[in-house]
């Protein structure tokens, strides 16, 4: 049998037994036998300018196309820089597979170049972290990766290489290689409370669905869909559950936003949680205290973290929707939605009204309004910011799962994210147009990646939300200080689209409403990686940044 290296082993696995077809990454020496690899096996990659938008952009990947993102990184600060993709990755439970160079073991504890103890850094911010110390058990350590990041819970894992086995050789038959790649297994909850769970929507008079990221890392659709139309209970869904029924479905709450979210927790009497932590942005499951609970999750922990259940589920969505399909009877609640929908609609006429009404300066509701009028609701939205994320998602409409999405909107709220994700979005769903919002602030965070976006031809459109600051920050400032004690969240004037036009991009700079619709129209018929920075309402001011700093107050 021939000779292989460890490096051209892991490029290899990845592509024969996992079929990995992107990585991303950035060069070092450590890992370059891996590149070397990786060209071997005609696996593209995707060089960055920075490793936390490699991170970004494997976690993703694996929301976009279905399957585990691969981020490959240097030692030393090509680790350190990823760490806050990962957290943000493990926050949000998506499966990807950080492989990492580092020190040689030959030169432990000698003050070797960018040595560090990496696995000691990040094993509290992964789901699993393993090291290689034997180059013919390259491919059983990754295969271990890749399990635990795609079964049970879903997480990212962490994998050390180093450079003592990735360019060294073996003989290809002393190589321990896995029978297979992934297999998905999946549990079902017990038929016991499966039946509590029933007797208890039986008899619900105002029931309302909360759905979350693990529905989105489960094929439920068919089964969500049957579940809601059988019971005719009102749902909402957010992170990347978002989608898997449209918006406009007659059930669903999201023409109202966040205030039809809030009024329907005051007044139900029973919450069907599926795959959703009750975290902050729930206010720990305390914002439906007359309510009952049924809860499904695929991790038992959760049942019962912040909120106890009355019922509780454990196993995989779609399982556990199957097994209530089965029992639950049909039952309309047309009192029940129409009386809420009477309720909130009035409440967000004010948004509705900004969306409609042509204003100088723009305001941000107006903006995401004639975005999507340009491009449409089939598209592809990602939206990062403060403020922008508030705008971005009760402006939006999704027609497929994760069709909206917010990142910044989650546990993590990490800005930065919007460029990274929209390039990975477009790679995995090349047939779909892809558009970002960006808030002003989160764009120079990761704005350096429009150059790969040039570089490797990955066409997306840009639409910053310029209001000249940090917003959320300054706002907050302004109501809890004073407007003369606002102090390190002015940005001002800043040509972004200049920024990307120097990168190789189309740019266009937009001030008032009457150009707007127009330039994105030019953007996205540009075919580049494209930004129309557009000069906001300064003084517009979300729902969100109220409930921030609420939640911020100390007694």
């Given amino acids: ?68 993102g691969v981020c490959l990184v240097t030692a030393g600060p090509g680790f350190t820089n990823a760490l806050t993709g990962v957290v943000n990755a493990q926050l949000e439970n998506a499966p990807m597979v950080i492989i990492s160079g580092t020190a040689p073991v030959r030169d432990c504890e000698k003050g070797a170049l960018q040595e560090m103890k990496q696995a000691d850094m990040i094993k509290s911010t992964v789901k699993w972290c393993g090291i290689c110390h034997d180059v013919r058990r390259i491919p059983e350590f990754l295969a271990i990766a890749f399990r635990q990041a795609s079964t049970g819970r879903k997480g990212p894992v962490f994998l050390e290489l180093p450079p003592d086995i990735l360019n060294v050789k073996v003989s290809e038959d002393k190589v321990v290689w896995p029978a297979k790649g992934v297999a998905s297994y999946s549990c079902q909850p017990d038929t016991e409370a499966v039946e509590k769970a029933v007797e208890l929507i039986g008899r619900a008079e105002r029931p309302i669905i909360i759905g979350g990221g693990g529905m989105g890392a489960s094929d439920c659709g068919d089964e969500f869909r049957r579940f809601v139309e059988k019971t005719g209970i009102p749902f ?48 720990y499951g305390q914002v439906f205290p007359q309510a009952k609970l049924v809860r499904v999750d695929i991790n038992p922990a959760e049942i019962d973290r912040n909120r106890a259940a009355e019922v509780g589920l454990v196993g995989d969505v779609k399982l556990a929707l199957k097994a209530l399909n089965g029992l639950v009877e049909e039952r309309r609640h047309d009192a029940w939605l129409k009386g809420l929908r009477d309720t909130y609609l009035p409440m ?20 995401i309004a004639l975005t999507r ?95 000249q600051a940090w917003g959320m920050i300054k706002h907050g400032q302004e109501l809890c200080y004073g407007g003369e004690r606002v102090i390190g969240s002015h940005l001002g004037t800043v040509r972004y689209d200049k920024v990307v036009e120097a990168l190789g991009g189309y740019g266009e700079l937009v001030e008032k ?7 994105i129209r030019r953007a996205l018929a540009s075919g580049k990686p494209a930004c129309i920075n557009v000069m906001t309402d300064t003084c517009a001011i979300s729902p969100m940044t109220l409930q921030l700093i609420d939640g911020l107050k100390m007694e």
């Fill in 1 to 68: 049998m021939a000779d292989i290296s460890g490096g051209h082993l892991v490029a290899r696995y990845l592509k024969q037994v996992e079929g990995v077809e992107v990585v991303f990454s950035l060069s070092g020496g450590h890992i370059d036998r891996i590149y070397d690899g990786l060209l071997n096996e005609k696996v593209r990659l995707i060089d960055v300018r920075h490793e936390q938008a490699a991170a970004m952009m494997a976690h993703a990947w694996s929301i976009y196309r279905g399957h585990p």
């Fill in 236 to 283: 909402f869904l957010i992170n990347t559950a978002r989608g898997i029924l449209p918006d406009d479905h007659p059930l669903s709450l999201w023409d109202g936003g966040m205030m039809a979210l809030l009024t329907a927790a005051s007044q139900t009497d029973l919450v069907i949680a599926l795959g959703v932590r009750f975290n902050w942005l729930l206010m």
């Fill in 348 to 367: 967000t006429a004010e948004e509705v009204a900004a969306r409609n009404t042509p204003s100088d300066p723009i305001h941000p509701q107006r903006l």
């Fill in 373 to 467: 009028q340009a491009a449409g609701d089939d598209a592809i939205y990602i939206v990062d910011g403060g403020d922008t994320s508030y705008y971005g998602a009760v402006g939006l409409q999704a027609t497929e799962r994760a069709a909206v999405y917010a990142s910044a909107g989650g546990q993590f709220g990490c800005l930065g994210t919007g460029i990274p994700f929209a390039l990975a979005a477009k790679l995995a769903r090349p047939d779909k147009q892809v558009v970002l919002i960006n808030g002003d602030g989160s764009f120079g965070l990761n704005a350096m990646e429009f150059d790969t976006a040039v570089r490797h031809d990955i066409p997306f459109l840009c639409i910053v939300n310029n209001d």
């Fill in 513 to 519: 409403d009457a150009d707007l619709l127009p330039a």
